[in-house]
């Protein structure tokens, strides 16, 4: 019997709308649940959004709604995005029900009522965005890590969880269960934070200062500290403390989270079960962090990536594979779109797709559209075996899931398709069809592949859930609640003799990167850049900036963004083309003197080479044009 499997999320700010971070996280957890489910598990998946605390007023205030409002808006865009991914959660929570907040105030009462919770006077440097005090170590040039703002000092009383009195006891415990926190790196991060004296939990905050928060059950001054009140969301959507889920999940529990909240649950939330007399959860899972071209994801730096514009421009599956296959779990990662591209061209629509439509194509040719006869022994005379490569592609897949290691795990499976893919040159079908004394050797052929396509379909169910159905279907099976079983997949062979097939289909049609990546307007930038990082002189001036006199300037039809610019650049004249049309005439351009960069690889836009750009400041609806202030001569490089 296979236990239990428990899952959750972090339950995300609701000071912001869902993004690509918010995304890898909640798509990685539902892909380790489905594969729970393939192993035969009973699985509960839990997401929800965390909703009190003062980055919540802040927002609410900014956006000129009630905190209740607000929130109500946020937590319901993150609820109606994650079925949009075939994301498919069991209980979506939020930490302004009714049913948590009387938890966490059951749980409050239990701390104090044992002594782990003291009053005391404090003063100490407190971060407004982080919500939190810090100390000197944890400072980085005097200024919180994360925001880079000076922590202001405040003196106030407040309430205290006694953590330093468990700080042993969770020492002793993470090197007693080495897998409890994973990958190791973020265990040994833990273990060598608790080498410090650790320092007792502010769990308070002055109604003064905040009042959308939960009143503490022992002070009707106070509100509970967000973190304290977030983190029992793992237990209360449960039904914690009666609930037949929380006795039957519980003990299997797995929490999923970025590197950046490590610190509260790999030692808040253990020692608040621990003082609160509840079993600690199982496993902790940590991973990296999600880069736009090198630069942290922000708000503030505009780069942030919205999940819709992904699944509308590359599909739900797409996406869901890209994240898992490209990110190390536990390593950060670099998002471009230009990496998805490549990824969906060259895995999705060349490795898998040819190879769906190849094999497909063979066997309605070949045998009319109806599976022939599979005698095993009727092997054909190949050193290649799909049927032993096949269980060793499943059984290496099993061990990466089993460790979160879900980039292994598809490169398993995508090992598995090279090897079908080998299969079919070295078996040249297509020979074999031209006599007729091989016919037998090409049923076992088609077979054998056919079989191999139905053991990917299975494979990439978790992650790709609605291909893994199309494909079944396609091979003649009927989706029915088990054809995704490791134990099902396994069993080989299971194509139904005799059948009919349908007609194939397109798995993924390749991408035109041009028409996507040149698609974006001046100050309409899907993701917009990043602030960048400082560099050396010398990779500065790897840049050709060139003043230029613009010649000629026309509409390029069907293009109502773009203007085909003529540039005289001293001994040469050029084409380059500019996302301006929005804002200057073609007769307005004609002899000004602009900068553009002359060294920029060609690109094609809407069928004209451009050859290096103009450069202009541009704003939602303005946009300057950079011009010299005195008459050089075109060609002129600027320094
Ligand atoms: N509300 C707290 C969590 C409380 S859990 C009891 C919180 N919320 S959050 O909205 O800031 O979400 C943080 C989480 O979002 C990260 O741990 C991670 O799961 C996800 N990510 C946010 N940005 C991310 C990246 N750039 N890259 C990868 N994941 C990221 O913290």
Redesign the pocket.
Known sequence: MTSPFYIT?????VNAKP????T??TIATDVARRFHDMKGSDTFMLTGT?EHGDKIVKAAEKNNVSPREYVDEISRQFEQLWPLLDIHCDRFIRTTEERHIAVVVDILRKIYDSGDIYYAEYEGMYCFDCERFFNERELVDGKCPDHGKEPVSIAESNYFFKMSKYQQWLIDHITENPDFIRPERYRNEVLSFLKEPLEDLCISRPKSRLQWGITLPFDDDYVTYVWFD??I?YISALGYPDGENFKKFWPHSHHV??K??LK?HGIYWPIMLKAAGIDIYKHLLV?G???IEHSK?SKSLGNVVDPLYLKETYSTDAIRYFLMREMVFGLDSSFSESVIISRINSDLANDLGNLFSRVLGMFHKYFDSTVPDYAPEMKAEFKLDLKTDAQKAISQFVTAMDNFEFHKALAAVWDYISKMNKYVDVTAPWELAKKKESKNQLAAVICNLLEGLRVVSGLIYPVMPETAVKMQKHLGFAPDSNFHRIEKISQWPQMITNQTLPKSISLFPRIDSDAILTKEEPGEKTLAEPVSPEIEYEDFSKIDLRSARVIHAEKIPKANKLLKLEIDLGDHTRTIVAGIAKFYTPEELVGKSVVMVANLKPAKLMGVQSRGMLLAAVEKEICSVAVLDRDMPPGTRLK
């Open positions: 999320t972090p339950i995300y700010y993004h690509l971070g918010h890898y996280t965390d977030a983190l969301n989270v970025a950046d909240i509260p991973h962090y999600w880069n994801m």
